[in-house]
């Protein structure tokens, strides 16, 4: 066997090699970079999600705020409620009494301050 045929025969298995490593170098960085395309695909899906929980939490606070807002307003107007209350009692008391001790009817103590 020549020196020749030798060396042409490690410079094919050299080519081979590194044709083969090349091959397999560039399979794996497209596997590599199919990976990444899914990892970014799936953080895009986590920044929307992240999203979506700030805005249902801003909203729940939102809603908080105005339910607070609801309650004050039904305390408030509860007590008005009781206040009118009380003042229909104090003033039917007052005209059983200028009935009773003036002759002066329902009608005429309405007629005399406007509401007849």
Known sequence: VARSDVADEGLKTL????????????EKIHTMEEEMNR???????????AEAVETVSRDQRNLTSN???????????ATKSFDLDEA????????????????????DAMACIGND
């Open 15 to 26: 080519q081979t090699t590194t044709d083969t490593t090349a091959t397999t170098l560039a």
């Open 67 to 77: 339910l607070q807002t609801v309650i004050g307003n039904a305390e408030r107007l």
């Open 39 to 49: 990892v970014a695909s799936r953080m895009d899906r986590f920044d929307s999600l």
């Open 88 to 107: 229909q009692n104090k003033l039917q008391d007052m005209l059983f009494c200028l009935h009773r001790f003036f002759g002066i009817t329902h009608h």
